[in-house]
């Protein structure tokens, strides 16, 4: 038996309308959920603003949203794990289960993936920001009791930084530079904290991103990148160059950090990647996080002839339980991650105001914008 449930879709550059749509009872292996909180994403803006994602065309109306957490309303006849009440975190990509990828537990490079908000795959896999969706059990994570609907909406940026975390596979001690102090830069640099980092530095070219991150336990120390331009390459690579000398010589305890262990780049910048492989010691390696010019001109003989490793890093897979773990049982010295959330907005009639809040880095008051939350509950 289907219902009529109210949708926020997406029709074009910045045209987003308030939709009914039919909602049908949940299939045998899914539930349905009252979504509660969703945090509004880079990529949700870069729809928001352009109708596109790169490379990647809105061919269809759209509604956004992936980052949700909420309350399970309706299961199907084949779920045991989960029950009406409970509170999840929905992990939304949806991959085939069937490929070489899946079968390796590499699923979040599986071709056939369907992410919902995504513009990838035709017909579109719809967004979170609707009263309610069906979901496959199981890719909903039931949160523990003391854990808020606002962190379980902040999982999913989280598992980035944990996929980014895992994939980097840092030993205790070791020393990290996160460049982009937004929501996904301070997640990787709560991460490493988490992990026993010996020092997190970050960098930004916002000031007020990078004190926030020292004044709130996520990094030990802050570079504040120069706002230049440069043009040609020469240039590019003699100010990357530069940044990577500052934060050599930044200090913590009264000793310069020097090269680091690892960088998490997350800015997708070319000059802030030429940077990362300057500033990273040989063995070291380098976290392709951010999603920015997609060619790029790097100094390889830097990287080549240390060693410094080159990683990509693409969204997520099997994180959720551990992401949910390091929440319930936070380590004493990783930072609470509450502040993240800076401006939540209530109703799905206030999502465009949420979108217009989330393309600010302050607000009217001089307030620091960094997690948007839209609030259904």
């Known amino acids: ?77 084949d779920v ?23 079968a390796s537990g590499r699923y979040n490079i599986c071709r056939g993936m369907k992410f919902r908000s ?19 059990a199981r890719w909903c994570h039931k949160l523990p009791p003391a854990l808020s609907l606002d962190l379980g909406a902040v999982l999913e ?15 205790e001690g070791a020393t990290v530079l996160v460049l982009g102090a937004g929501a996904v830069g301070l997640l990787a640099a709560a991460v490493s904290k988490a992990a026993n980092a010996k020092s997190v530095i970050i960098a930004d070219i916002q000031k007020d991103r990078i004190d926030f991150a020292v004044q709130n336990g996520f990094a030990d120390a802050s570079v504040l ?15 990357a160059q530069k940044v990577a000398d500052m934060v050599k010589n930044t200090t913590v305890n009264g000793e310069p950090v020097g090269e680091v262990s690892a960088v998490y780049e997350c800015t997708g910048v ?15 390696k380098v976290m392709i996080i951010g999603m920015g010019t997609p060619i790029l001109t790097l100094p390889m003989s830097a990287a080549a002839l240390r060693e410094v490793d080159l990683v990509g890093v693409f969204r997520y897979a099997n994180t959720y339980a551990k992401a949910i773990e390091l929440l319930a049982n ?44 839209v609030d259904m509950e």
């Open 1 to 77: 038996m289907s219902q009529k449930v109210q949708a926020s879709v997406l029709h074009g550059v910045r045209d987003l309308r308030l939709e009914e749509r039919d909602l049908p009872s949940p299939a045998a292996d899914q539930v349905q959920i009252a979504v509660q909180a969703t945090g509004l994403c880079g990529s949700d803006l870069h729809y928001f603003n352009h109708y596109r994602n790169g490379d990647i065309i809105v061919r269809e109306p759209l509604t956004l949203g992936h980052e949700s957490s909420g309350t399970v309303v309706a299961v199907g006849s």
């Open 80 to 102: 045991t794990n989960l029950a009406a009440g409970d509170r999840v975190a929905l992990e939304v990509g949806l991959p085939c289960e069937d490929c070489e990828y899946c």
């Open 118 to 136: 995504s513009a990838k795959a035709f017909p579109h896999a719809q967004g979170t920001l609707q009263e309610r969706v069906n979901h496959p």
């Open 157 to 171: 940026p989280l598992s980035v930084a944990m996929h980014a975390r895992d994939r980097a596979n840092l030993p």
């Open 225 to 239: 990148v120069p706002m230049e331009r440069p043009q040609t390459i020469e240039d590019k690579l003699a100010y």
């Open 270 to 284: 070319e000059t802030c990647v030429q940077a990362s492989i300057y500033a990273t010691k040989p063995g070291g």
């Open 330 to 373: 936070r380590p004493a010295a990783m930072p609470d991650l509450s502040p993240l959330v800076t401006h939540r907005f209530k109703g799905i009639e206030n999502i465009p105001k949420a979108f217009s809040m989330a393309g600010q880095v302050k607000d009217e008051e001089g307030k620091l914008v960094l997690k948007v939350v």
